[in-house]
């Protein structure tokens, strides 16, 4: 088992810049692909982002390509989620995720395939 506390999240204007952390507990956290994901209000959850195992490789959903970041210590059993130049339409809850498989394109947005979740943090983007 993997427990995931997210924070970071409040309210932001336009074009602020917010930083989420996910901190993990548990097993391994080095063994564990992580990611973020987004539920806006009134709509379903979506991928936003993934890092893989050692960091070597990331996925980034175009909508926030160019403005998010995705960074992980493994010393700390971390992730960061930069937001830079945030936009309305980025208020969510986020949620923090792991995966124990391999990190793949045809997968990555699949929630399915992530094996924990966090409880989430609110972002709120005022324009």
């Known amino acids: 088992q993997v427990q995931l506390v997210e924070s970071g999240g409040g309210l932001v204007q336009a074009g602020d810049s917010l930083r989420l952390s996910c901190a993990a507990s548990?097993?391994?956290?080095?063994?564990?692909?992580m990611g973020w994901f987004r539920q806006a209000p009134g709509k379903e959850r979506e991928f936003v982002i993934a890092?893989?195992?050692?960091?070597?490789?990331?996925y980034i959903e175009d909508s926030v390509k160019g403005r998010f970041t995705i960074s992980r210590d493994d010393a700390k059993n971390t992730v960061h989620l930069q937001m830079n130049s945030l936009k309305p339409e980025d208020t969510a809850v986020y949620y923090c995720?792991?995966?124990?498989?391999?990190?793949?394109?045809?997968?990555?947005?699949?929630?399915?395939?992530?094996?924990?979740w966090g409880q989430g943090t609110h972002v709120t983007v005022s324009s």
């Open positions: 548990g097993r391994t956290f080095s063994n564990y692909a």
């Open positions: 995720a792991a995966r124990t498989r391999s990190l793949a394109q045809q997968s990555v947005r699949t929630m399915l395939e992530w094996n924990y």
């Open positions: 890092i893989s195992r050692g960091g070597s490789t990331r």
